[in-house]
Nanobody, 127 residues
Framework: QVQLVESGGGSVQAGGSLTLSCAASGYTWSNYLMGWFRQAPGKVREGVAGITDDGRISYADSVKGRFSISKDNAKNILYLQMNSLKPEDTAMYYC?????????????????????WGQGTQVTVSS
């Protein structure tokens, strides 16, 4: 079974940094997409950043220049480095994954393109 477990959330002051981690296990896909989504109370779950097995990356406009997504293939860990955090970044952050067909390049920030989800980790940014 595919499992995704997030960690690294916490409470920080505006302007601070956090790095989130997502430990993945139970998958045997050659081609895949992985991403980070976030959801604040009363809001829809929105895509933050995504990455594919072959290195394609996408970011939401609201986090470009501040967040960086990366992965460690040997350790099966996905990361999200968050810098210059703002109060509006406060949300539950979720890790997501899905297999993909080789040659298909789906948009990485679309919620419905992912079939597997972690339980989330809370990020709170105070002013």
């Amino acid at each position: 079974q595919v499992q995704l477990v997030e960690s690294g959330g916490g409470s920080v002051q505006a302007g601070g940094s956090l790095t989130l981690s997502c430990a993945a296990s139970g998958y045997t896909w050659s081609n895949y997409l992985m991403g980070w989504f976030r959801q604040a109370p009363g809001k829809v779950r929105e895509g933050v950043a995504g990455i594919t097995d072959d290195g394609r990356i996408s970011y939401a406009d609201s986090v470009k220049g501040r967040f960086s997504i990366s992965k460690d293939n040997a350790k099966n860990i996905l990361y999200l480095q968050m810098n210059s955090l703002k109060p509006e970044d406060t949300a539950m952050y979720y890790c997501a994954a899905s297999p993909r067909v080789r040659g298909w390049h789906p948009p990485l920030l679309v919620r419905n393109n992912y079939g597997y989800w972690g339980q989330g980790t809370q990020v709170t940014v105070s002013s």
